[in-house]
Every structure is written in structure tokens, then in C-alpha cells.
């Protein structure tokens, strides 16, 4: 893919509701691209007026179309279809990455046939789930029958625009639902895309409708709304919990939160190809400049090995170009927004503060234009009661803690509140499962660090980072509602 000019990108602003865009009334909020920090467009909020709109439109068209109760093969072709055109959109990548953290190299290249792959895989459920029929008396037949709940409140952040909000709205869709999604406020066009290249598809107008606006007034109220039969959330663990309350306070709606984290990398002496290793660990917390749920924001390395390793990432580092998103060489991001990068440094320099050394980064790096692009950072020397060591960041900073033994390694990996993923490089395949099963995370992932283009299998955290999971199986599934059926038929 190549650059592109950031000026020549035109946005859809307003909302998309029932197959038709929907101006916004009232003050929009600025939009900034975080590359230079410019504002390119204004986005209207939808008070609880536009949500009551959006809601019952959809709940309208998953009464009235044939979305839910057509044959499900018949849903998963539209499904495939609409893959298809996200995958050949010839605007998309650019749409995405203009306005977010995602340099365009990987908006073209991950970013939008994940999203696409991503349909295509809820797509193939749709005719294989179904429900059971159970062990009653012979005299009686007990089925279990999968329905869709009706209308599902998809919520989305801001890192991964376009893959997160197809992993909420692709198993939602597949099992039959209406789906009313908002984007995060920072990111909130590409979306729009995907809605009008859905009905383009053949979806039924209204089964997807998107809302904008930001989360105290169009989030909250889409959460509280009495036509939402289930709510499905991915962003920070503060925002989870406030949302998990509304639904309480609403309904006792089910909820799906994928959640923040503060995930271990762990490396033993007898990793396999430590070079390797340091790319791998670099990686995981450089890419999208760490923020990633899944960043690998915590090193724990074991000591004959750990200042040969911290060089290695140190180097690896060092090969990362910060441009903006628009340019085909950059392959470090922005910071989203200026605000954050001044969070991200006060978080690394009171840990210096605190006892901890800077081996690299903790600086900006110079990029023209008003955006903040923040060097990948190491920090040496700390320990777990700093602030770098026990809050998600969400940037590239990456704290190093030293162990002598598996025991030490694992005590070092547990996380008091977070358990998203962790990571263990180790050439012992018994260690190897001794970690996977010691280690309190929804995710382990031996001698890689992050995820592959396995669909299948599902992803979510533990703890406070989260609860149900977002892909595989067990995604689709939470999409549905198992209904009991039980017929009698003794003469
Ligand atoms: P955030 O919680 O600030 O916002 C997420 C979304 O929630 C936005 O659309 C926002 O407008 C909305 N929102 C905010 N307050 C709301 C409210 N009271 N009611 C309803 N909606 C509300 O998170 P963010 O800054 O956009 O994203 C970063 C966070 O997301 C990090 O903590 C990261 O770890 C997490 N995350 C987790 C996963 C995962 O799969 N576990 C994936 C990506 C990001």
C-alpha cells in the first residue's frame, strides 16, 4: 500500500440508521487525526432521543426482515458477501488509518482482511449451531433451541477501530441479531463504512446501525436502553464496570467485557534462539506504539540472560520508524492523542522517580506536526508496587523484573487484578505447561507472543480484565439464547 494524502480522505460524519446516513443534530465534537494532531471533521453526539431512533429501528427490522428467520445459509451469504466487499473496499485502509493509530502498512495488510476474514469465519456458524435435543422420557421430546436475543449494544475502542468492533457486531449479526454499535468518539468513520458496505451486501436496513457520540451520553444510553437484550463491550476495565452496573441497573442484561491488562512476558535461560525472542518481546509491546490490550507490557527475565535480551529489544527498537499513519515506511504509531503521551510519560518518569532506570526511550520522538509519537521505552530496576509495573500503560513501555527460578517467574507473572494474556519462552516443554496452567490469564501464548489468524480460537480475559469471550465458538454462542422446548406426546 502506498502514502496517501491525509487531506483528500472525506468522511461520512453523521450516524447510520435504518440503511440511511442520519446528520447529526446539535454542537459536534472535534475529531484530530492522531498523526499530527489536526482536526478533520466534527462529530455529532446522539442524545437518548437518537439512541431511542436507533434502537427501535433496529428492533423494527429484527422483527419485520427476514434476517433471523430466513434460512441461515441464506444470512451467511449476505455475511460472505459483505467480507468480500470490506476486503475490495477500495477506500477503507486509508479511511482507517487517517484518523487512527494504524500505519497505513498495516491497516492494508492486517487491519482490514482481518476484519474481513473475521465475517467470513461467524458467517460459517451460522447453519451449525443450533441447539440439542435432550435424554427426557421417550414419551417426550426436550430441545434446547438457539434463538438471537433481538437487538445487541455493541460498544467499541479506539485501538483497533475496525477489527474490534468486527469481532462485537460479526458473531451478533451471524447469529441472527440487530446490532446498534458505537464506535469510539476518537475513531468513529471507519464504521460507517462497514455499515453502508453491509446493506450494500444485501443486509436487511436497520439489522446494523451505527451511532456516534461520545460514552457518557450515547454510550450510557445505549447500554440503559429497554430494547437492548444484551450488551457487548470492549474498552477500558473503569468504563466494563460502569457498564456492567447500567445493565444491572436496566434489566440485568448480559454482558460481554473485553477489558484491559497488564499482561507478562516470561523468558527463561533455555529459550529457544534468544534473538528471536527479543524481536518477539520488542513486538509485543512496540506494536501500535503498546497500545494493545494484549501489549506484553511486563518483561520477567531470567538473570543469566535478562541484559543480553534487554540489548536485543533495545535494538529492535531501534529499527521502528515514528512517521504518520499516512506514510508507507512508518511502523511506529502515533500516541492517540497528545493528552495521552503527557499520561504515558508521567507514568514513566515517576516510576524513575520511584527507583527505576530508564534504559531507553522516555522521550518523544520528533515526527513534524503537532502529533506525539512516543519512543519505546524500557524500564530496568523496578519492582511490583510501582506505578509503571502495576497499571496498564497503554504505550510503548516495557518494565524488566529479574527471576532465578520457575517459582520465582510465576509469583512475578501473577498480576493482583489483571489477567489478559501472558507470554512464556522456554525450550522445557514441562515448564512450558507448568506456566500455561500456573499462570491466571485467559490467553497463554509458548515460545510466540500474540495472536494468529486462528479465528477459532477465542480470546478474553480473566479477572478484571474481562468477562466472555470475543472469536471462536464460544463468541458466536454468546450471541445467542438457548430456549427450552418440551413436548409431550404419551397417548
Ligand atoms: P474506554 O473505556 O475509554 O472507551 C471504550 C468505549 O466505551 C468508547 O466507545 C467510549 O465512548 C465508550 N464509553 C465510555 N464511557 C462509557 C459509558 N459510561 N457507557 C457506555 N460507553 C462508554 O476505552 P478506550 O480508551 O477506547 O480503549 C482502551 C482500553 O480498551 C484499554 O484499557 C484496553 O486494554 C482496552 N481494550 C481491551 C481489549 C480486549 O480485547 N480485552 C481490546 C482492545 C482494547
Not at 455499515?195 to 451505527?210: D, H, R, S
Not at 527505576?356 to 511490583?384: C, H, K, W
Not at 479465528?455 to 480473566?462: E, M, R, W
Amino acid at each position: 500500500m502506498q502514502s496517501f494524502n491525509p487531506d483528500e480522505i472525506q468522511v461520512s460524519s453523521g450516524h447510520y440508521i435504518g440503511g440511511r446516513h442520519v446528520a447529526g443534530q446539535g454542537p459536534a465534537m472535534d475529531v484530530r487525526r492522531p498523526s499530527d494532531n489536526a482536526v478533520y471533521a466534527g462529530l455529532p453526539v446522539a442524545d437518548a432521543d437518537l439512541v431511542d431512533q436507533a434502537v427501535q429501528n433496529a428492533w423494527s427490522a429484527f422483527k419485520t426482515s427476514t434476517w433471523a428467520t430466513q434460512a441461515p445459509r441464506e444470512r451467511a451469504r449476505v455475511l460472505r458477501r459483505w467480507a468480500d466487499l470490506i476486503e475490495s473496499d477500495p477506500g477503507l485502509a486509508a479511511l482507517e488509518a487517517v484518523g487512527s493509530t494504524r500505519p497505513i502498512v498495516n491497516a492494508a495488510g492486517w487491519d482490514v482482511p482481518f476484519t474481513a476474514e473475521g465475517i467470513r469465519f461467524f458467517a460459517e456458524f451460522a447453519d451449525k449451531i443450533g441447539g440439542d435435543v435432550a435424554a427426557t422420557r421417550s414419551d417426550s421430546l426436550g430441545m434446547t433451541i438457539a434463538e438471537p436475543y433481538g437487538v445487541i449494544g455493541a460498544i467499541a475502542p479506539w485501538n483497533f477501530p475496525l477489527v474490534m468492533a468486527s469481532w462485537k457486531i460479526g458473531p451478533a449479526l451471524a447469529a441472527g441479531n440487530a446490532v446498534v454499535l458505537k464506535p469510539s468518539e476518537l475513531t468513529p468513520f471507519s464504521a460507517v463504512r462497514l455499515a453502508e458496505l453491509a446493506v450494500q451486501a444485501g443486509m436487511p436496513p436497520g439489522i446494523f446501525n451505527v451511532i456516534q457520540g461520545d460514552g457518557r451520553i450515547t454510550g450510557d444510553a445505549l447500554v440503559r436502553h429497554p430494547r437492548i437484550s444484551k450488551v457487548t463491550f470492549t474498552g477500558s476495565t473503569r468504563t466494563g464496570s460502569a457498564i456492567m452496573a447500567a445493565c444491572a441497573q436496566t434489566g440485568t442484561k448480559p454482558v460481554t467485557l473485553e477489558l484491559g491488562g497488564k499482561s507478562p512476558q516470561l523468558v527463561f535461560a533455555d529459550a529457544p534462539d534468544l534473538d528471536k525472542v527479543a524481536r518477539m518481546v520488542a513486538g509485543a509491546i512496540a506494536g501500535n506504539a503498546g497500545q494493545v490490550c494484549v501489549a506484553g507490557s511486563r518483561l520477567i527475565v531470567q538473570r543469566a540472560v535478562a541484559e543480553r535480551l534487554v540489548d536485543g529489544i533495545a535494538s529492535a527498537f531501534s529499527a521502528l520508524r515514528a512517521g504518520h499513519t499516512w506514510e508507507a515506511g512508518a511502523t511506529l504509531s502515533p500516541i492517540i492523542s497528545p493528552a495521552d503521551a503527557a499520561r504515558i510519560d508521567g507514568m514513566v518518569q515517576r516510576s524513575v522517580q520511584a527507583g527505576a532506570t530508564l534504559a531507553v526511550g522516555g522521550r518523544l520522538a520528533p515526527v513534524a506536526g503537532e502529533g506525539a509519537f512516543y519512543l519505546p521505552t524500557i524500564l530496568t530496576g523496578v519492582d511490583a508496587n510501582m506505578e509503571a509495573v502495576r497499571d496498564e500503560i497503554f504505550g510503548p513501555v516495557l518494565t524488566v523484573q529479574v527471576f532465578d527460578d520457575e517459582d520465582e517467574a510465576l509469583a512475578l507473572g501473577d498480576h493482583p487484578s489483571y489477567g489478559l494474556a501472558a507470554g512464556v519462552h522456554t525450550a522445557d516443554v514441562g515448564r512450558a505447561l507448568r506456566c500455561a496452567r500456573g499462570l491466571e490469564a485467559g490467553t497463554v501464548w509458548i515460545n510466540r507472543y500474540g495472536r494468529s489468524d486462528d479465528y477459532v480460537l477465542p480470546t478474553g480475559g480473566f479477572k478484571r480484565s474481562g468477562m466472555g469471550k470475543d472469536l471462536g465458538r464460544q463468541a458466536y454462542e454468546a450471541n445467542l439464547r438457548f430456549k427450552t422446548v418440551l413436548v409431550d406426546f404419551a397417548r
